[in-house]
């Protein structure tokens, strides 16, 4: 099938072409076949969709490079005491945990859909997803294996909070990590994660955690710095993490690491939202040479949001992004974060993710917070 873009008021590539104006894109199959001016744009006989853009803007596909959307229960009630001045803490995963244990299959399985198409809806063509409100081999091997039906971005994180039953034993809890569970879900995952901090897993847990995957051919990732700040981010990168998720809380020495390497750091400005924790600074971040990403963290404790639009807007809002740059870091930065070279920009032989927005500019996305502004959605090729 082929599909013509046409009548593109601004079409961001996020590559050396840079902005175009009044211009097309060419989709065959799943790829992109060819972009540019509108006006040169190839004809075709009658196996050629047109779509008339009508002016407005098209952009790549959001990439949203963390989730937790393999879960049972609801904690509106512990939002609830938060926004009363109660405080987040990582334990408030084990009721989720207890729920999802004890969830059906099925269950399972259509909240996990439900997410997704919610997630297309607004313009996520690509999504990564972790395990970890299982937390014993059974549910954690369940969790990957579902996750595996919607994605292939997906990652296990056994080591998400210490469970009830070894609260006296945390490292025999790793070993459990490392060894059965690691056996069950290895063979589904593409990345293993670990939550790094207090009231979760130590440096050294942490890096056992790691290495064990690596071992196991997983790319590894981290949870680190949310709460407070630690030797996890210099760990990860030192184990060549692709990708160091929250970031709240960064030292010198951190940001120092991170411009670095290629490890990208991905914010998550839904958790501070929720969580009425500091928004991490991103300007400092940038100008220091360090790759950002974002993402929403779904999750129903400290990010129950699916919403790309969103995190674009506070982003910009609170954390000191353009409105630029906040559209690169929720696409190619999504794509950097996920060590993906098909996905987040609009280039021929790129995946045809893309999105067509309900207004003329990107800038509308942080500029028009809340209104839904996603006109029309293509993953590889296809309109969702």
């Not at 211009?23 to 992109?32: Q, T």
């Not at 790759?291 to 807007?313: Q, Y």
Request: with cysteine.
């Amino acid at each position: 099938m082929r599909t013509l873009i046409t009548d593109i008021g601004e079409l961001t590539t996020h590559t050396a072409a840079g902005v175009l104006r009044d211009a097309a894109v060419l989709i065959e199959g799943d790829r992109i076949a060819w972009l540019g001016a509108a006006s040169d744009a190839p004809t075709g006989d009658g196996d050629l969709v047109v779509v008339d853009a009508a002016g407005r803007a098209v952009i790549p596909g959001f990439i949203d490079s963390h989730s937790h959307i393999v879960f049972a229960g609801d904690r509106a009630a512990e939002f609830e005491a938060r926004m009363a001045g109660g405080t987040y803490a990582a334990g408030g995963i084990r009721s989720t945990v207890a729920a999802t244990r004890a969830a059906e299959e099925h269950e399972l399985r259509r909240r996990l859909r439900g997410f997704i198409d919610e997630m297309r809806a607004q313009g996520t063509t690509t999504v990564e997803v972790k395990s970890g409100y299982g937390l014993d081999v059974a549910t954690e091997e369940r969790s990957v294996r579902l996750a595996a039906e919607v994605t292939d971005e997906v990652t296990f994180l056994g080591a998400h909070v210490v469970p009830a039953e070894y609260a006296e034993d945390p490292d025999g809890y790793v070993d459990l990590v490392i060894g059965p569970m690691l056996d069950a879900c290895a063979p589904y995952a593409r990345w293993i994660d670990v939550f790094c901090e207090t009231g979760a897993f130590t440096v050294e847990q942490s890096r056992r955690v790691l290495e064990a995957g690596i071992a196991r051919g997983l790319l590894p990732r981290i949870h680190a710095a949310q709460l407070g700040s630690g030797d996890g981010v210099r760990m990860a990168v030192a184990l060549g993490a692709a990708s160091v998720d929250h970031g709240t809380y960064l030292a010198d020495e951190d940001i120092a690491a991170l411009a670095e390497s290629d490890t990208v750091l991905t914010l998550l400005p839904g958790v501070e939202f929720s969580t009425r924790q500091p928004y991490p600074d991103a300007r400092r971040l940038i100008d220091a040479g360090v790759t950002v990403a974002l993402a929403c963290d779904t999750n129903p404790g400290s990010s129950f949001t699916s919403s790309m639009p969103f995190c674009i807007a506070v982003a910009v809002r609170e954390m000191g992004m353009t409105p630029r740059e906040a559209l690169w870091a929720a696409t190619a930065g999504g794509a950097a974060a996920l060590r993906r070279d098909d996905i987040g920009r609009v280039d021929v032989g790129m995946r045809a993710d893309l999105i067509l927005l309900a207004a003329p500019s990107h800038v509308h996305l942080s500029y028009r917070p809340g209104v839904p502004l996603i006109a029309g959605v293509w993953k590889d090729g296809v309109t969702v």
